[in-house]
T-cell receptor, first 113, second 116 residues
Framework: AQSVTQLGSHVSVSEGALVLLRCNYSSSVPPYLFWYVQYPNQGLQLLLKYTSAATLVKGINGFEAEFKKSETSFHLTKPSAHMRDAAEYFCAVSEPGRRALTFGSGTRLQVQP | GAVVSQHPSWVICKSGTSVKIECRSLDFQATTMFWYRQFPKQSLMLMATSNEGSKATYEQGVEKDKFLINHASLTLSTLTVTSAHPEDSSFYIC????????????FGPGTRLTVL
């Protein structure tokens, strides 16, 4: 069985500040890991994914995440927050071959001017 | 590329009626589609996996006779909520895999169902 834990249901940062959204996973096999962003009343947009290649993954909109097997973590970062980054962020895990995603509970990012 | 649409984007229905939601992959063929539901301020929960030409695989606790899924073509999957009740009110989101060898799901914009 696999699970995802996102620490912090709400994160607030100032515009221009570092964004750090935490994600820890549990999986019985080497996982695939994803970060998705959801804007109000919209579906999910893929930010980035890790599928056993480079452990530092760069995604869209300046986001990146690092897979750390020893810490079972896949935290999402962005050096400088923009107002448009305000949204809900979901970390997700899948087992290679199964494809269905297990989502974390989500983190709402607020960006203060 | 890899665009998934859903129709309708929102629907309001009376209790006891049935509602059909369509999920289409617009620019690719999707052998596998997924249906999720999302309650307000909560995460997405997988309801079922839909494979073209075969019966859907439902997650534990999801009533297959209540949530009918049909995946009749490589670009269309439908979810029918039968005899809807207020507790079925939710945001329903579909996703599609863009090919047999990929693990990336592309999500539709979602359908908000409100049952009165």
């Amino acid at each position: 069985a696999q699970s995802v834990t996102q620490l912090g249901s709400h994160v607030s940062v100032s515009e221009g500040a570092l964004v750090l959204l935490r994600c820890n996973y549990s999986s019985s096999v080497p996982p695939y890991l994803f970060w998705y962003v959801q804007y109000p009343n919209q579906g999910l947009q893929l930010l980035l994914k890790y599928t056993s290649a480079a452990t530092l993954v760069k995604g869209i909109n300046g986001f990146e995440a690092e897979f750390k097997k020893s810490e079972t973590s896949f935290h999402l970062t962005k050096p400088s927050a923009h107002m448009r980054d305000a949204a809900e962020y979901f970390c997700a895990v899948s087992e290679p071959g199964r494809r269905a995603l297990t989502f974390g509970s989500g983190t709402r990012l607020q960006v203060q001017p | 590329g890899a665009v998934v649409s859903q129709h309708p984007s929102w629907v309001i229905c009376k209790s006891g009626t049935s509602v059909k939601i369509e999920c289409r992959s617009l620019d690719f063929q999707a052998t596998t589609m997924f249906w999720y539901r999302q309650f307000p301020k909560q995460s997405l929960m997988l309801m079922a996996t839909s494979n073209e030409g075969s019966k859907a695989t439902y997650e534990q606790g999801v009533e297959k006779d209540k949530f009918l899924i049909n995946h009749a073509s490589l670009t269309l999957s439908t979810l029918t909520v039968t005899s809807a009740h207020p507790e079925d009110s939710s945001f329903y989101i579909c996703s599609a895999l863009a090919g047999a060898g990929t693990d990336t799901q592309y999500f539709g914009p979602g359908t908000r169902l409100t049952v009165l």
